[in-house]
């Protein structure tokens, strides 16, 4: 075992870089995924450790009293028989040492009031700093998400919420810090909520880093079908408040306002939002519509469809699909049906807005609903899409760990996408139950097993995969046939 982790340790030492040429890849992974039906179902083995730069698990709670809530524990914890969905999430961190994994507190669900009364008390500030620092030394987290949606709105204080949220962050900065732990916030991307929510310098100067949400621009609610994340203005959008809602306007907000191009990630989603068309034959953007379009099989969310959804129905049925050349997004449609969503071609559009702005990188909402089966392309289509995009070719570099002695080069460490396959398609190796297994040829090659299906991963060249540990380890510390 010392031996085991002593060559964890020296992988972390070791030249590589999977920073993707220093741009961030933030994917947001939400965990209530695991109880979705048939291909829609996504666990953690779903997740390839080398896709995202940083795993944003969602979500946990912030009681009123400064505490953080665990929202599933059979799903979060292995006690009680528990899934200990956590612990797995982390240990991927053992295939991919440069993957920085956070733990997301709020969400829409959880609302603004309990942020606002912790937010209110500097006692419940630091009582809240100091659990949410123990908390990431407990499970295992490399930091914290802020997802307060939204201070000085919903059922928060609009007199001292602003304010107070960037005390709240001061003392989660100052704690975190302490113990190398990282915290970020998500926030509303709009001029019309963050002027009303943020103060954005001070906000800036007190987080690794921002993820700008900026998607859900239009919805059933506006009456008409509008793009869910234009990268522009579009040429019908003539008020003021209808010129703000787009990538490009909310961009320039922010920085004008003094957050720095270096700290901004891009949201993008994964997602479409629906429509149902008062009239089949009026369907371009701004048509009037009846109300929400119909749930997706997997995500049961009227108005809301999963990109994995979108494509599943691209397959099956008879769909239009039309590229808005202005605002730089796709929608599509099929009788009463229509959809804005983001596709390859949108994605690199804002690949390309990312690097021309010198934007920190991109931010996906939330990898389980990207095409992480390939049923339609390669796996997690968009997100490799944005990944190839910012540069992601793996080359020498340093992890930032320095020795007195030598320095060891390696090949770079590369873990390439996993493939799920049905385990008697390919390699021989054939899964009877749930867990981890070697393969019994290839030492270097390993599987996660879910019933009869089966997920495929290749450590860093060099290593062999070790079942017991859940890890890769050098040659001659594993016994291999």
Not at 309 to 337: A, H
Not at 404 to 429: D, L, M
Request: hydrophobic share 35%.
């Amino acid at each position: 075992m010392i031996k085991l982790l002593s060559a964890i340790v020296l992988l972390l030492v070791v030249e590589v870089n999977l920073s993707f040429a220093g741009k961030n890849v933030v994917c947001y992974y939400g965990t209530w995924a695991n109880y979705r039906t048939g291909a829609g179902k996504f666990t953690v083995e779903n997740i390839d450790p080398a896709l995202c730069t940083h795993l944003i698990y969602s979500f946990f709670g912030l009681n009123a009293d400064g505490t953080v809530a665990i929202l599933d524990a059979w799903l979060d914890l292995p006690d009680n028989y528990g899934l200990n969905a956590i612990g797995r999430l982390n240990k991927l961190k053992t295939l991919n040492p440069s993957l920085k994994t956070l733990a997301a507190i709020g969400g829409w669900n959880w609302g603004s009031a309990k942020f606002s009364t912790v937010a209110k008390s500097a006692t419940l500030r630091r009582k809240f700093a100091s659990e949410a620092r123990a908390f990431c030394q407990k499970y295992g987290f490399d930091g914290i998400d802020i997802d307060w949606e939204y201070p000085a709105q919903r059922d928060g204080d609009v007199s001292v919420d602003k304010a107070n949220f960037v005390l709240m962050l001061k003392d989660l900065n100052t704690e975190l810090k302490k113990y190398g732990l990282l915290l970020t916030v998500a926030v509303g991307a709009a001029e019309g909520s963050a002027s009303i929510s943020y103060d954005i310098p001070q906000i800036s100067n007190n987080v690794d880093f921002i993820n700008l949400m900026e998607y859900d621009f239009h919805m059933a609610s506006d009456e008409i079908t509008g793009n869910n994340a234009p990268l522009y203005a579009g040429s019908a959008d003539v008020t003021t408040i209808q010129k703000q809602l787009n990538v490009l306007s909310s961009v320039q907000y922010w920085l004008s306002k003094g957050a720095p191009a270096s700290k901004l990630n891009l949201g993008m989603p994964l997602y479409g939002r629906t429509f149902t068309l008062a009239s089949a034959s009026n369907n371009g953007v701004g048509a009037p519509v009846t109300g929400a379009g119909v749930p997706g099989p997997y995500t049961q969310e009227p108005g809301y469809v999963g990109y994995n959804e979108i494509c599943e129905r691209k397959l099956t049925g008879t769909w239009t699909e039309v590229f808005d050349n202005v605002q730089m997004v796709p929608y599509t449609y099929s009788g009463n049906q229509w959809v804005g969503f983001d596709n390859v071609k949108s994605i690199t559009e804002k690949c390309n807005f990312i690097k021309t702005n010198g934007l920190a990188g991109g931010m996906f909402w939330s990898i389980e609903t990207d095409d992480f089966l390939g049923k339609c392309g390669p796996k997690f289509g968009l997100i490799s899409t944005l990944k190839s995009c910012l540069g992601t070719s793996t080359g020498s570099g340093s992890s930032g760990t320095t020795t007195t002695s030598t320095t060891t080069t390696t090949k770079p460490v590369t873990i390439p996408p996993s493939t799920t396959t049905k385990a008697t398609s390919s390699g021989g190796f054939t899964c009877t139950s749930t867990g981890y297994f070697r393969d019994p040829v290839d030492c270097s090659k390993f599987y996660y097993c879910q019933g009869t299906y089966r997920n495929d991963f290749v450590c860093p060249a060099g290593l062999y995969f070790v079942p017991a540990a859940v890890a890769c380890d050098w040659p001659q510390n594993v016994k291999c046939p």
